[in-house]
C-alpha cells in the first residue's frame, strides 16, 4: 500500500506564508511527477504546481511567482511554499504523485493525499 500524508496548513493572514508537506510511504519502488492541487467551496479542484523527479517546475499563472514546489527525493517527500498569499488561495489542498509500487511494477498509479486546509483572512 502507498499513502501520502499532507502537513503544514492553517489559517493566515494576507499577505502571509505557509509551506506544505507531503510525504510518501509505504510499497514504493518509484516516484515520478509530484504536484499539489487545490478545491475552495463550491468550485472543481485545480491544479497549482508539478515537479518532474528531475526538477522541472510547472505552474499556473494564478500562483506563478508566489508559490514554489520542491522535492526532496531521499525523503520521498514534496513542498509546496506558499508565499504572498491571497483570500482567493483558501481551499483544502492536496498532493498528488505518480508512483511505481513494488506490488505492481508494470504500472504507475496516481495517488492522492487526504488533503489540508489553507485558509487567508483578508
Known amino acids: 500500500q502507498v499513502q501520502l500524508v499532507e502537513s503544514g496548513g492553517g489559517l493566515v493572514q494576507a499577505g502571509g506564508s505557509l509551506r506544505l508537506s507531503c510525504a510518501a510511504s509505504?510499497?514504493?519502488?518509484?516516484?515520478?511527477?509530484m504536484g499539489w492541487y487545490r478545491q475552495a467551496p463550491g468550485k472543481q479542484r485545480e491544479w497549482v504546481a508539478t515537479i518532474g523527479n528531475s526538477g522541472s517546475r510547472v505552474y499556473p499563472d494564478s500562483v506563478k511567482g508566489r508559490f514554489t514546489i520542491s522535492r526532496d527525493n531521499a525523503r520521498n517527500t514534496v513542498y509546496l511554499q506558499m508565499d504572498s498569499l491571497k483570500p482567493e488561495d483558501t481551499a483544502v489542498y492536496y498532493c498528488?504523485?505518480?508512483?511505481?509500487?513494488?506490488?505492481?511494477?508494470?504500472?504507475?498509479?496516481?495517488?492522492w493525499g487526504q488533503g489540508t486546509q489553507v485558509t487567508v483572512s483578508s
Open positions: 498528488n504523485a505518480r508512483i511505481r509500487s513494488d506490488s505492481d511494477l508494470r504500472y504507475e498509479h496516481d495517488y
Open positions: 509505504g510499497s514504493i519502488f518509484s516516484i515520478n511527477g
